[in-house]
């Protein structure tokens, strides 16, 4: 499904899709919801939890509250603020939907959130639905799962594609609905012009290897075939494994400008940057030192000894600067692959 576009006079900024499927269960307790806010356009998944009705109720109160509370908050609030508290706004109304019907206790809902606007996208999260930014085929950011499993991959105990298999993967450490005073994490991004921003539940990014996941995200298609390719794809699968499997939901936006907010580099980029720089200068020192033994030995008559030992010295240098060159190497290799970690 297509959503609603936002255009700078006749310059579109982005383009959005989404799909929801019901996948292997009963019931489609995902739900998504976007709007075009004075802050910028809205887009957000949640994946509802609890018996009965109280999934698809968690999560469908999750998404109009977050709406709302954007819609309805005062321009003199910060921008992370507004999502923190349209956030916090959405878990007492699922509490509350709780208290007033004892069928829907103990109910709860993940929560994903993009706010783009020409500054910059606005992100925001709680629980195991996940927000990507992907550069081409390159992910530039990623939402870090609150679950327990993703607390062992923290904690370096398992690797992230352990956590995918465990079976308690769908055991999450924060959700809406649970208790009064959720923790929200929120991040600002700058971004380019083809970037892609993908918010999902894990009935997506549960069902393989991210490598696979990202190669799927970043195909060279417009938009909304990716979208309903990596919703079809991921539903087959499900299908074809013969038992039951969870609802799937992604929305997918592609930028088609660059955000005002420009990248920040790293104190470790910044710190490589000089270290390259003082190794490239005593390289040239040391080439201007030999370039100037030569000229010496042009311009008098030496003896055998003396040849002897400018030959000997010049060998030093060349394995000096040999050294150096290799060391100069070495260092942008590992720039590049910083400057890669940090985008």
Not at 170 to 179: F, H, Q, S, Y
Request: neutral net charge; hydrophobic residues 40%; aromatic residues 6%.
């Amino acid at each position: 499904m297509e959503l609603q576009q936002l255009h700078q006079g006749n310059e579109r900024l982005f383009t959005a899709f989404a799909e929801s499927r019901t996948g292997g269960r009963d019931e489609n307790q995902d739900s998504y919801g976007y709007a075009q806010t004075a802050w910028g356009f809205l887009v957000t998944v949640c994946d509802g939890m609890g018996g009965g009705p109280g999934g698809k109720t968690a999560s469908t109160i999750a998404v109009n509250e977050i709406v709302a509370g954007v819609e309805g908050a005062s321009k003199d609030e910060e921008v992370s603020n507004i999502l923190i508290k349209a956030i916090r706004r959405a878990n007492m109304a699922i509490i509350e939907a709780g208290n007033e019907n004892p069928s829907l206790k103990g109910m709860g809902s993940t929560a994903t959130v993009l706010l783009l606007s020409e500054r910059a996208a606005q992100i925001a999260f709680v629980g195991d639905s996940r927000i990507y930014q992907l550069r081409g085929k390159r992910k530039v950011f990623r939402t870090f799962d609150h679950s327990m499993v993703f607390d062992l991959v923290k904690q370096n105990v398992i690797t992230e594609e352990q956590a995918r298999l465990s079976a308690q993967s769908n055991i999450i450490t924060r959700a809406l609905g649970i208790k009064p005073d959720v923790e929200v994490d929120i991040q600002e991004l700058p971004y380019e012009k083809g970037d892609r921003f993908v918010l999902c539940s894990d009935g997506i990014h549960g069902t393989m290897p991210e490598k696979q996941l990202l190669k799927m995200f970043a195909q060279k298609k417009p938009l909304g075939i990716v979208t309903d390719n990596v919703a079809t794809y991921v539903d087959n699968l499900g299908r074809l494994s013969g038992q039951g499997y969870d609802n799937l939901t992604l929305a997918m936006v592609e930028t088609k400008t660059n955000s005002i907010l420009k990248p920040v580099m790293s104190k470790q980029t910044k710190i490589i940057l000089v270290a390259l720089a003082v190794f490239c200068l005593i390289s040239i020192a040391a080439n201007v030192i030999q370039a100037a033994h030569y000229t010496a030995l042009s311009n008098q008559s030496v003896s055998c000894d003396s040849l002897a030992k400018y030959s000997q010295r010049d060998s030093v240098q060349q394995s000096t600067i040999k050294v150096l060159q290799d060391s100069v190497a070495k260092m942008a290799v590992k720039l590049d692959k910083i400057k890669e970690k940090s985008k």
